[in-house]
């Protein structure tokens, strides 16, 4: 089973996955971190985090219905 | 104010460099605040940097908008909060190309006195580059 989530890409991470946005299905952010990893192996290259509908994870968390995650390279603004 | 509502993306986010016109027009917010004595103000430029021996001509910068407009939220929040004196306090930073020399990133805030002014700019500042979801891509 597992639950369908919109997986942002942003910076190198869209880089290394060649696109912006693609549907995953995943118990929790654990699975889908390893998913990710598994199916794009340059991700392991960059230490992203990851933010589950506009808030940055600070622990690997359920997934609902709906829920948006982004893969979020270190920030470079300024 | 019409060249900062046609230019501005969102409240923090504006397409392109921050021109001088655009600052100019940004200082004037406030102007009506009567109690406000001391305005400091940072502005973030692109570096002509060389890398692996090549010259950085212009920033592509990139951003998750909508989470970058909640962490200012909340980096504004916490300034004011932070800071009894502070009466406002700006944040915009440039999405797309900005060209080396130009500017990418305006803070400022004001404040009653000049002490707490200047501190809640680097610390907005600080708060900006830790928390604003945003990315560069260098341009050759």
């Known amino acids: 089973m597992g639950t369908e989530v919109m997986v942002l890409f942003f910076g190198k991470a869209e880089v290394a996955a060649g696109s912006k946005e693609e549907l995953f299905t995943a118990e929790d952010t654990a699975e889908l971190r390893r998913m990710l990893l598994r199916k794009y192996p340059a991700l392991a290259g960059i230490p992203f985090r990851m933010a589950l509908n506009k808030t940055l994870l600070k622990e690997e968390s359920a997934l609902k219905k709906n829920d948006i995650i982004a893969i979020l390279p270190p920030f470079q603004g300024g | ?140």
Not at chain 2, 41 to 55: L, M, S, T, Y
Request: net charge positive.
């Open chain 2, 1 to 140: 104010m019409s060249h900062t509502r046609l230019t501005m993306k969102n409240r923090y986010l504006v397409g392109g460099p921050i021109t001088p016109l655009l600052i100019s027009e940004l200082m004037t917010l406030g102007n009506d605040d009567s109690g406000s004595g001391a305005v400091s103000i940072f502005i973030g430029k692109v570096r002509a940097d060389e890398i692996e021996g090549k010259r950085v001509t212009a920033i592509e910068y990139s951003a998750y908008e909508e989470m970058a407009g909640k962490e200012a939220d909340e980096i504004v929040k916490t300034v004011r909060n932070a800071y009894s004196d502070v009466r406002s306090v700006l944040i915009v930073h440039s999405m797309g190309v900005v060209r080396a020399g130009e500017a990418s990133l305006f803070i400022m805030v004001t404040s009653g006195r000049r002490d707490q002014a200047t501190r809640a700019c680097r610390h907005t500042l600080e708060m900006v580059k830790e928390k604003m979801p945003v990315w560069k891509k260098e341009l050759f």
